[in-house]
């Protein structure tokens, strides 16, 4: 079983900056692929980036791409969400997702809330 915690979320306003932390525990960091998703009030749950094993690779949503960052440190068994420039249509609650192999999902994060305002 993997663990994983989410951190950082809060309510900003149009233009700031977030990070956004997802602390693994339970198994070997490095062997999972991490995701981050986003779910919002009466939508489907989006990807959003994801990084593989080495943090070497990574992949974002169109939406997204030029404005958020992942990252990881195996070390610390944490991945990042830099967020900047936020939007109000990036108000949801964003998901950290772990998968054994790259493009699916083992594990799921409990969550943490993102409100953008205008």
């Known amino acids: 079983q993997v663990q994983l915690v989410e951190s950082g979320g809060g309510l900003v306003q149009a233009g700031a900056s977030l990070r956004l932390s997802c602390a693994a525990s339970g198994r070997t960091f490095s062997n999972y692929a991490m995701n981050w998703f986003r779910q919002a009030p009466g939508k489907e749950r989006e990807f959003v980036a994801a990084i593989r094993f080495s943090g070497k690779s990574t992949y974002y949503a169109d939406s997204v791409k030029g404005r958020f960052t992942i990252s990881r440190d195996n070390a610390k068994n944490t991945v990042y969400l830099q967020m900047n420039s936020l939007k109000p249509e990036d108000t949801a609650v964003y998901y950290c997702?772990?998968?054994?192999?790259?493009?699916?999902?083992?594990?799921w994060g409990q969550g943490t809330q993102v409100t953008v305002s205008s």
């Open positions: 997702a772990a998968g054994e192999v790259a493009d699916t999902i083992d594990y």
